[in-house]
């Protein structure tokens, strides 16, 4: 089974500066993906940025990208001239095409963006 | 295009009475999740319906939970009865075909506090 790991617990940003969040991941399996989930206080969860890991070229989604490390294990989530309302948890995820197949979650970095 | 729907969005208990909640999909969206995300961790999956059938259950504590898509559509989770750690966050997800094939869109969520 994959495993993911968050080690910034909360990180905060300057209104319009540039952040980066951090995810490592673990998996056997050779066909997986991966994902950026934002999740605003009191408000529901929304897919920000996803990658497949076959797929050399970092995704981007307008001010947001990846930086996708395979050999490493690494995938960083980078949000560039950052606003309030990108303030949230965001949750790096790994789902596996094949294996247990299921989308397992890290435990979440807290974003507060200052004005 | 409207979003999964989940009632009641809060609830609070005593130990071990009982609980439902309720989760209506996208429309058309034949792949079904239900998640548990205890306070300060990413949502874990408890199961996953495919139509009306289970895919994976493997972490449904089958003793105390139970769930069902009976037409394919709506699904209902339950919890009989409840202990103080199923305090958390239920959320129920929907895709289009299973993931990661297709994206997985997330309800507002049911907050359940178990006293």
């Known amino acids: 089974a994959q495993t993911v790991t968050q080690s910034q617990p909360e990180m905060s940003v300057q209104e319009a500066e540039t952040v980066t969040l951090s995810c490592t991941y673990d998996?056997?399996?050779?066909?997986?993906?991966l994902f950026w989930y934002k999740q605003p206080p009191s408000r529901q969860m929304i897919l920000v940025i996803r990658?497949?890991?076959?797929?050399?070229q970092n995704a981007t989604e307008n001010r947001f990208s990846v930086n996708f490390q395979k050999a490493a294990k690494s995938f960083s989530l980078k949000i560039s001239d950052s606003q309030l309302g990108d303030a949230a948890m965001y949750f790096c995820?790994?789902?596996?095409?094949?294996?247990?197949?299921?989308?397992?979650f890290g435990k979440g970095t807290k974003l507060t963006v200052n004005p | 295009e409207a979003g999964v729907a989940q009632s009641p969005r809060y609830k609070i208990i005593e130990k071990r009475q009982s609980v439902a909640f309720w989760c209506n999909p996208i429309?058309?969206?034949?792949?079904l999740y239900w998640y548990q995300q205890i306070l300060g961790q990413g949502p874990k999956l408890l199961i996953q319906?495919?139509?009306?059938?289970?895919?994976?259950d493997s972490q449904l504590p089958k003793d105390r939970f139970s769930a069902e898509r009976l037409k394919g559509v709506d699904s209902t989770l339950k919890i009989q009865p409840a202990k103080l750690e199923d305090s958390a966050v239920y959320l129920c997800?929907?895709?289009?075909?299973?993931?990661?094939?297709?994206?997985?869109?997330f309800g507002p969520g049911t907050r359940l506090t178990v006293l």
């Open positions: 997800a929907s895709s289009l075909a299973p993931a990661p094939r297709d994206t997985q869109y």
């Open positions: 998996t056997s399996e050779s066909d997986y993906y």
């Open positions: 990658q497949e890991a076959y797929k050399q």
């Open positions: 995820a790994c789902q596996t095409q094949g294996g247990s197949e299921k989308l397992v």
């Open positions: 429309s058309g969206h034949a792949t």
């Open positions: 319906f495919q139509n009306n059938g289970v895919v994976d």
